[in-house]
């Protein structure tokens, strides 16, 4: 890897591909350009299609040696994830997750890309469209939005006063011991309010590297407490388990005992 990371290219090309792919579909989608996948729920539309193609083939051209792997792209062929445990980097891409959300002319989704490396996310980037926040993270250098850098308040000590979002059995768990949970349908929006305060806690079971490899970087770097129940450290190699984040260790140890002594851990969501 070299040591200069090209991190302003790929915010551009980033902004690039949402200007040329993403926002002019917004509410502009015929019935024609939305696909379910695995259930009507789960859905693709041609933005996130165009707009993984565009990132794929520009993105190796950033970094000498490097290979993608897409969301799409690996939905048709899931042995392109294997290479994420290659020696050489991987541009891991979300191009629009939220789709959901998008398909129905709802704001809240986003653009993600992330870089690893042996294993390990050495970079993310995390784009609201909509709202015009982008998040920047590289591993040792910090996390910033819109180039102001970001801090997690690690202050908190009562659950009762957090608000966050815990998906089926994870938020049964937690109803009535946290302060609020709510439901975005967007992991790039959950991990946009995280790093910037307007969420403290998170919790995830299905852990797609496009969904939480740049996102959990930023959290971290922004000083946020994270890890999987079983007491593994997140990678994006890990594809299942439990991946809880909160504002700090004390924190993040409530919570865990809660989900542990509920017996939902390993549930499905």
């Not at 690996?74 to 020696?87: F, H, K, M, V």
Request: one cysteine or more; charged letters at 20%; aromatic letters at 6%.
């Amino acid at each position: 890897m070299p040591r200069a990371l090209p991190i302003e290219a790929v915010s551009s090309l980033l902004r690039d591909v949402a200007a040329a792919e993403v926002l002019p579909r917004f509410r502009n989608l015929s019935d024609t350009e939305i696909h379910a996948k695995t259930s009507a729920q789960d859905v693709v539309t041609l933005a996130d299609l165009e707009a993984e193609k565009a990132l794929s083939a520009r993105l190796p051209d950033l970094l000498p040696a490097s290979t993608v792997v897409g969301e799409e792209a690996a939905y048709a062929d899931a042995t392109i994830l294997e290479r994420l445990s290659g020696d050489g980097p991987v541009w891991v891409i979300d191009p629009v997750d939220g789709t959901g959300n998008f398909s129905k002319g709802i704001a809240a989704f986003g653009m993600i890309v992330a870089l690893v490396d042996k294993g390990e996310t050495v970079a993310g980037w995390i784009l609201d469209p909509i709202g015009d926040r982008l998040a920047i993270a590289e591993r040792g250098a910090g996390a910033t939005v819109n180039g102001t850098p970001v801090r997690i308040d690690t202050a908190a000590t009562r659950m009762n006063t957090l608000k966050g979002c815990a998906f089926g059995p994870r938020g049964k768990a937690l109803r009535g011991r946290v302060g609020r949970l709510i439901h975005i349908g967007s992991a790039a929006q959950v991990y946009l309010d995280l790093a910037e305060g307007r969420l403290q806690f998170a919790a995830y079971s299905r852990l797609m590297p496009w969904d939480h490899a740049a996102g959990t970087l930023l959290f971290a770097e922004a000083g946020g407490h994270l890890g999987l129940l079983d007491g593994q450290a997140y990678a994006p190699t890990v594809h299942q388990g439990d991946l809880l984040l909160a504002p700090n260790a004390a924190v993040w140890a409530d919570m865990a005992d809660l989900l542990r002594g509920s017996g939902m851990v390993g549930a499905l969501r």
